[in-house]
């Protein structure tokens, strides 16, 4: 893989990044040691290495034109399933976003309500979506992968989850969870414990796999933004594919993801705003190149922990300022308030009913802050295209 020139002096972050996640485990505060499981991986039982942790961070310099997404391995002790990969076409994945036979996590507390709703009516005598006419291809519970053919892309996958909830033939939400630089769908799953919430709120996740475990989100990251990989129309791709197979609401359908995922959401918001009621970025910032003329303003919460070496928190919250200003919010400051644990500045006053967030937790290190996926679903179900 060639290397890429960097042109912003975040890029040190990086560099940063490989010595400090070198030291991960030791990062980890008591809450996160208490949650994350010590899971051995493969026949021999040897932990993941250390080793694969800097060698993300080693990608990512190399590798992505970002201010810092190298987030190619969980932290040691973590598991993204009994293999570390997105299943083949027909492998299951469970509830916490396990592939193969191990067992996921409990999901702990769901977070706000606003999950089914029935079908919604044909607008100007149109058909309902294709999804809520027939059998649905995948029942509640359910997970699979899934490879769609994407004009001149090929071949591309994504990884899909039913949440237990979700009652066959009635519109619900779908939420689009986008991984980091080198890492895959399955990790993504069990990073954000996004399925749980799913579970217990009723609706459909899907996570798309980047080309390269990379995607285009403007500058970063990797080889899909040197090739200009359209990862935009991918998107597009994956969400028309899931709703011509399960019945999906189209005013409800949400961006959330994880560092090069969570630069996705800025990308999405501006080339896709017809189409994304909401977005969630955790642990990325903005790389979108201009112009940004998205035909709505989109509303927009990020997630950050204070002390990421990879993604700086002043990066980030310079991308939310930034993005407040896009929606036109009008407050002469944001306000501050505490939900479930996160400090988030607020923006209110945006144009078409928009609003942003700023949410950051102490400490951490470059991972989607614990306890995020039920704040970030309550926020995003807040919202619908008009």
């Known amino acids: 893989m060639s290397t890429i020139p960097v042109s912003r002096s975040s890029r040190v972050h990086a560099v940063v990044g490989a010595a400090h996640l070198g030291a991960y485990a030791y990062a980890l505060t008591l809450e996160e040691a208490a949650v994350i499981r010590m899971v051995s991986i493969g026949s021999m039982g040897a932990l993941r290495p250390f080793a694969l942790v800097l060698g993300a961070v080693a990608a990512f310099a190399t590798a992505c034109g970002g201010s810092g997404s190298g987030d190619a391995s969980p932290p040691p002790g973590s598991s993204p399933g009994a293999s570390g990969t997105s299943g083949g076409a027909g492998s299951r994945i469970d509830d916490a976003g396990n592939s193969g036979s191990t067992p996921g996590e409990p999901g702990g507390d769901a977070g706000a309500s606003g999950g089914a709703t029935p079908t919604p009516p044909a607008e100007g005598g149109a058909p309902p979506p294709a999804g809520c006419t027939g059998t649905p291809a995948w029942n509640p519970g359910e997970g ?25 033939g009635t519109a619900v939400p779908l939420v689009v969870n986008v991984h980091g630089l080198t890492n895959t769908p399955a990790e993504q799953a069990q990073f954000s414990q996004m399925n749980p919430v799913a579970d217990a709120q009723g609706f459909v996740v899907v996570y798309p796999a980047g080309l390269n475990a990379s995607f285009n989100a403007g500058s970063c990251c990797g080889q899909s933004s040197a090739s200009g990989v359209d990862d935009v129309g991918f998107i597009r791709a994956v969400v028309a594919d899931a709703e011509a197979k399960i019945c999906i609401d189209p005013k409800r359908v949400y961006e959330t993801g994880f560092s090069n995922g969570g630069m996705m959401a800025y990308q999405l918001a501006c080339h896709a705003a017809d189409l994304f009621a909401a977005v969630a970025p955790t642990e990325g910032d903005d790389q979108t190149v201009p112009p940004c003329n998205p035909s709505r ?85 807040g919202f619908s295209l008009p």
């Open 144 to 168: 699979t992968t899934v490879s769609l053919t994407v004009g001149s892309q090929g071949t591309r996958s994504y990884d899909v989850y039913v949440g237990k909830a979700v009652k066959p």
């Open 297 to 381: 303003p989109v509303p927009l919460a990020a997630f950050q922990y204070l002390a990421d070496p990879v993604v700086s928190a002043s990066s980030a919250q310079q991308s939310v300022q930034q993005w407040a200003q896009q929606d036109g919010c009008t407050d002469p400051s944001p306000a501050t308030a505490t939900v479930s644990g996160f400090s988030c500045d607020q923006w209110s006053k945006c144009g078409g009913g928009a609003s942003v967030w700023y949410c950051t937790a102490p400490g951490g290190t470059h991972y989607p802050p614990l306890g995020s996926a039920p704040v970030i679903w309550s926020f995003l179900s």
